[in-house]
């Protein structure tokens, strides 16, 4: 940077100036330096100039060229530019699984005691008002959910079972995962996407055959335009159970992993619209674990896929 004041990159022409000047020391002989012409300078001097030129240069791309620390400084998955909305659609559970709360006859009636993946909801909402202060930020159970809901940026949390909205805008998406219901597994649905032209399954690990004790589950983190409005987006965070949703939203508001989630995020898929990856997501003693996909095995899959891992 030429001025402390007001810093600014020097031009390409006066890099090159510079490295003429100091390529000789003729430049300074005499009572005033001077920036001898081109022509006049020896040979060894032209190749002084260009080994300056090119050490100049070189360190001038340095400084333009962003690197991963620099795009996570820009890059926050959950900070919007515009006018927003947000719209966080969970599932809504089916009668059997809700409470006596979630009944609107009940004096005590609590709206989200009939809402799926309330840690993730609570989690996310929080953190996106956070980002985004002057921002709507709404969270609706799919069967509340109206179109004009649908057309600001819409994070969907949960899988499809209960949540025909996200069915849907799964299918409308150009993302090359999806969610399958599996006959060996009653609690949740696994993971689908294409491997070298097959589909493979991504399911959850369990201590033994009994699937009673969830030791890891997986994740889903997506991101796309929005298919009924271009100009927002549509998050998908998303897991085999509840735990890698959490998982999925945790990836990038827990605060002692999320920058160098974002920086992964950065390096692998820089500004681009449209990824998505699947993590594991570990469970110990009951509680969900923050992914952490600069680690070994942490990914285990992700689109699009020919980004230089």
Known sequence: MESPVSPKLPPRDRLLAYARFFATRRSIEGDVPRLLPLDSLSDDERAACKALEHELLALRDAAVRPTARVQVAMRRS???????????????????????????????????????????????????????????????????????????????????????????????????????????????????????????????????????????????????????????????????????VLGAVRSLTDARLRDSNEEYIARNFGNSPLFAILVRVPVIEGKTMTPDFNAPGCVLYQWPRDTGV
């Open 78 to 244: 959950w900070l919007f530019s515009d006018t927003g909305p947000v719209t966080m659609v969970c599932a809504q559970l089916a009668v059997e699984q809700v409470g006596s709360f979630a009944d609107p006859a009940q004096p005590n009636y609590t709206e989200l005691q009939s809402f799926a993946d309330l840690d993730s909801l609570i989690e996310l909402h929080g953190h996106v008002r956070a980002e985004n202060p002057a921002m709507d930020v709404y969270f609706k159970a799919s069967p509340s959910v109206v179109p004009d809901d649908l057309s600001g940026h819409v994070v969907l949390l949960g899988g499809i079972i209960w949540n025909e909205i996200t069915e849907r805008l799964y299918e409308t998406t150009n993302l090359p995962v999806r969610q399958i219901r599996d006959r060996s597994m009653e609690t949740g649905e696994v993971f689908v996407a294409d491997l070298d032209g097959k589909g493979h399954k991504f399911a959850p690990k369990w201590r033994d055959s009994t699937q009673k004790d969830l030791i890891e589950d997986v994740g889903l983190l997506g991101r796309a335009p929005n298919p009924l409005n271009s100009n927002r987006t549509l998050t998908i965070c998303d897991g085999v159970h509840s735990r890698g």
